[in-house]
C-alpha cells in the first residue's frame, strides 16, 4: 500500500472516462500530469490541462476522504481508448504503477473505510443488472448486512467475556447470569436465522431461476413459452413434435431475471421413455431449479403424461393447460395449476409463484461466500446456548462462542485469512 497506484474507473465507451490516483505520492502524480496547483483542505474540483493535451476536471481527495481512504485524484478525460491509455501512461510515467484487479476496493477494506461485506456490496452494485439486484447490492454496500452480523457478533463477545470474568474473579463477581446469556443468544440466533432463511431468495435475485418446461408434444409448452414471455419466439403449430430443439426466454419476472427452457422435441423422447429416465438426458432438466410440468387439461392426465412423468423424476409444478376449452367434466391432477396458454388465465400466479419473496424487503440477503459461514456461526451460538441451558460447564459455551465470534469474523473480515480476502477480491476487475 506504500505504492500510489492508476487505473481507469469507467468502463470504455463513454464520451468521458474517469481515471484514478491512489496512494501517498497521489498528488504529485497528478501534479505532473496535469496543471493544477497543490490544492488544500477539503475535496477540490479543478478545470485541467493534461501532458496528453486533452482537457478535464481533476478532483482531489485528501488522506481519508477518499473511497480507499488514501490520498486520491480522480481525472476526468475524454473517453476514448487512445486518450484514456494516453493519460494512465503519462501517471505511470510520473510514478504510479498499474492498479491490480480490485486494488482500489482491497485498499478501501484495508484502511477500514469498509468491512468485507460492504467490499462485496461496491462488487455487486457495479454488476448490477436488475433493479432487486441494484436493491441488495446498496443494502450491502451501506453496511445492513455487516450491522446484523456485528449485533450478533458483539453479543458473543460480550457472553465470552462474561464467562472470562466469572472464570477469572469468580469470588468478586460471582456465576455467569445464565438466563440472561441464553436469552442474549435466543436473540442472537433468531438474527442469524432470519438472515438465513432468505438465502434462496438470495440466490433467486443474484443468479437467477431457471424453469424447465416439459410435457408431452402439443400440450401447450411453446405457447406457455410465448405467453409467459409475452412474444412469439416459440413456434406454436398443432403438429405434433414442430419444436425440435430446446427454445430459451429470458423474462424478468418481479425483478428476478428467470430462464424458461422449453424443452421440446419430446415427440422421440416419448418413444424412448425408458432411456430418458436412465440416461436423464435432459441438461436443462437437471440444471433448472424449477420444472414446469404441462398436460392437456381438455383429454386429462394421460398414460403418456404418466410414463414421462415418472421418466423425469425429481420434483414438478404440474399445469393444467388449455383450460378455456371445455373440460368440465374432466379432473384436474391433484395439485396441478389450471392455466390457458392462449387466453392467459392463471399465467399471473403461476408466475408469482417463482418469485418467493416481497419487492418491498429490506432484510439484506446473504450471498454464497457469507451463507455457509452463517449456518457455521449459527450452529455454534446453538451449542454454546444449550451448554447454557444445560449442566455442561461454561467452558464448552466459551469454545463455541469463540468459534461463532471468529467466523461472524470472516464475513466482515476482521478474522478472514488472507487467503479468503484474497479470493473476495479476485473477483473484482480493475478499477474497483
Ligand atoms: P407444444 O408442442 O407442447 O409446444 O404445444 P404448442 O404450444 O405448439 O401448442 C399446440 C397446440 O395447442 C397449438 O395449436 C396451440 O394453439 C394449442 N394451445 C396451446 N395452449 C392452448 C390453450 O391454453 N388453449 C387452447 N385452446 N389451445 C392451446
Known sequence: MSDTIVAPITALGGA??????????????AQAVANAASPSGSAQVKRVRYTTNDDGLATFFPDGKSFTGEPTVELSC???QASVEALVSVCIESGARPAEPGEFSYR???NGKMDLSQAEGVRDTVAAQTELQLKQANLMRDGKFRNEVRIVRETCIAQLAAIDAS????????????????SE??????????????????????????????????????SLLNAVSGRDRAIVTD????????????????????????????????????????????EALENAHHVWFVYDSSTGWTPEDEALCRAIQG??????????????????????????AVTGAGIADLLLALVPF????????????????????????????????????????????MAAIRILGEITGETASPDMIERVFHDFCIGK
Open 358 to 401: 416481497t419487492e418491498g424487503s429490506e432484510v439484506p440477503l446473504p450471498n454464497q461466500r457469507q451463507a455457509p459461514l452463517l449456518a457455521r456461526a449459527l450452529e455454534a451460538v446453538t451449542a454454546a446456548k444449550e451448554t447454557f441451558c444445560g449442566p455442561i460447564p461454561t467452558a464448552v459455551a466459551a469454545t463455541e462462542l
Open 78 to 80: 475524454h473517453g476514448s
Open 16 to 29: 468521458v472516462a474517469l481515471v484514478r490516483i491512489s496512494g501517498p505520492r497521489a498528488l504529485d502524480v
Open 185 to 222: 443468544l435466543c436473540l442472537a440466533e433468531a438474527r442469524l436465522k432470519a438472515l438465513l432463511s432468505s438465502v434462496e431468495s438470495a440466490r433467486a435475485i443474484r443468479d437467477g431461476v431457471t424453469v424447465a418446461i416439459v410435457g408431452r408434444p402439443n400440450v401447450g409448452k411453446s
Open 315 to 340: 420434483s414438478a409444478t404440474y399445469i393444467a393447460n388449455k383450460i378455456d376449452l371445455d373440460s368440465t367434466s374432466i379432473d384436474l391432477k391433484e395439485g396441478a395449476i389450471p392455466v390457458s
Open 239 to 282: 403438429i405434433p413434435g414442430t419444436t425440435r430443439d430446446t427454445l430459451e426466454e429470458v423474462v424478468n419476472v418481479h425483478g428476478v431475471v428467470v430462464r424458461f427452457i422449453d424443452t421440446a422435441g419430446l415427440r422421440e423422447a416419448l418413444d424412448m421413455v425408458e432411456r430418458l429416465g436412465v440416461e436423464r438426458s435432459f
Open 108 to 110: 478501501a477494506f484495508m
Open 167 to 182: 472464570t477469572d474473579f469468580s469470588e468478586e463477581i460471582g456465576e455467569v447470569d445464565l438466563p440472561k446469556a441464553s
